[in-house]
């Protein structure tokens, strides 16, 4: 267990100490049992470190609201625990995580995997996309539906 963001982060490390270190971090209601398999395939070769994110599985709720940020946050205190950079692996959601991490703090980041990711809405990473404003607001108010 790890504290951040007022939140006991129940954090599992498998694999030799001084491998570099691979972490894992799951979609929106995953678990660190999500990852048993992958981490049995990774852990002879590498430092696996999977956690629950606040308010997941074993991990205490956080008084702070869900955000990016939030997550950037947690996964500072995860690659402390891991003592250097690290592979993040992303699934799902958790793939908008790792892409913002890789984003802003590239030397922390070995590489980036995203495992079945979750599209990130248009004009993100833009200051400002007018033309996804206007189709957010039109899907918002039933004007018209997503496309895939």
Do not use: C, K, Q
């Not at 997550?71 to 892409?99: I, K, M, Q, R, Y």
Request: net charge negative; hydrophobic share 50%.
């Amino acid at each position: 267990m790890i504290n951040v963001v007022g939140s006991n982060l129940d954090l599992v490390a498998d694999g030799p100490e001084d491998a570099p270190p691979v972490v894992l971090t799951s979609g929106l209601v995953g678990t660190v049992v999500d990852w048993d398999a992958v981490t049995r395939l990774l852990a002879p070769a590498v430092r696996v470190l999977r956690f629950d994110r606040p308010g997941i599985g074993a991990s205490t709720p956080s008084p702070s609201a869900v955000s990016g940020r939030r997550e950037v946050t947690v996964l500072d205190a995860v690659l402390d625990f891991a003592g250097g950079p690290a592979v993040l692996v992303g699934h799902s959601l958790a793939g908008l995580h790792v892409e913002a991490y890789a984003r802003l703090r590239p030397a922390r980041v070995r590489g980036a995997v995203l495992v079945d990711p979750s599209l990130a809405p248009p004009g993100i990473g833009r200051p400002l996309d007018l033309d996804a404003a206007l189709a957010a607001a039109l899907v918002r108010f039933g004007a018209a539906t997503p496309v895939t």
